[in-house]
């Protein structure tokens, strides 16, 4: 039996009343969905129930805390209502991950991050996906854990916003230590993608970009994103 289907259960009281037919199709609609959730109008499609319906067997399920209202990714300017059962956690696809916060993307977040990329590539001329989701964690200037998959969106995103380059590693030179062949990340050149200009703009904007100790800056270090107090006031995000 679904262990949702359990807890709701031991929820109610002997004295509130029973479900209705629909409140019960309803329920048991929303709890099969697990974490992806489902939308009212995929209800009314599925069940062919009406909306005024659907809408009052809703408020019920809600008040007896069987099923709960969730913000799905925001699109077309609204974030969808979404409904699941109350014991589920919603999934990546409904919540968007980390790069989003109520529905909406969370701009400052992934600002702060990518920014956080840029001085990590800015220092190590040279860096990898491991490398770079090794630094962020060991930094420990974001409250949630940022999956390793997530974070090569963010990369591949910079990519083609010419923020960053994509090169394959030679085993030689700066890409000494990196396996022949692997992904690496630099910053632009001069002439090509981001200018130069713009990219020292980029790091004016962050105490990374004037500091004089970055050189020495590591995740373990006296120098460090986690003690710097410029950089934790900097970025004074929801990290």
């Not at 993307?105 to 220092?123: P, Q």
């Not at 190590?124 to 974001?142: C, D, I, N, Y």
């Not at 590693?169 to 001069?190: Q, V």
Request: contains cysteine; positive net charge; charged residues 25%.
């Amino acid at each position: 039996m679904n262990r949702a289907v359990v807890t709701a259960g031991k929820r109610k009281r002997a004295s509130e009343p029973p479900l209705t037919r629909d409140e019960q199709q309803i329920l048991d609609l929303i709890l099969s969905k697990e974490g992806s959730g489902i939308q009212p109008r995929e209800i009314k499609y599925q069940l062919k129930i009406p909306d005024p319906v659907i809408t009052k067997a809703n408020k019920t399920l809600l008040a007896k805390n069987l099923i709960k209202e969730v913000k799905g990714i925001q699109r077309g300017g609204a974030a969808r209502k979404i409904f699941m059962g109350f014991n589920f956690t919603p999934s990546d696809v409904v919540s968007g991950g980390v790069w989003y916060e109520d529905g909406k993307i969370d701009t400052e977040f992934v600002n702060g991050l990518k920014m956080l990329c840029l001085s990590m590539v800015r220092k190590s001329k040279v860096t990898t996906l491991e490398g770079l989701h090794k630094f962020v964690k060991e930094a420990k200037v974001a409250k949630v854990e940022i999956p390793k998959l997530q974070l090569d969106e963010l990369l591949t995103s910079m990519v083609l916003e010419k923020e960053l380059v994509e090169v394959k590693s030679t085993g030689m030179g700066a890409f000494c230590g990196i396996r022949i062949g692997e992904t690496c990340y630099k910053l632009p050149t001069a002439g090509r993608g981001v200018a130069k200009g713009s990219i020292t703009g980029a790091f004016a904007s962050i105490p990374c970009g004037a500091c004089p100790r970055i050189d020495l800056c590591t995740p373990d270090g006296v120098i460090s994103p986690t003690t710097c107090v410029y950089f934790n006031q900097w970025l004074d995000i929801k990290l």
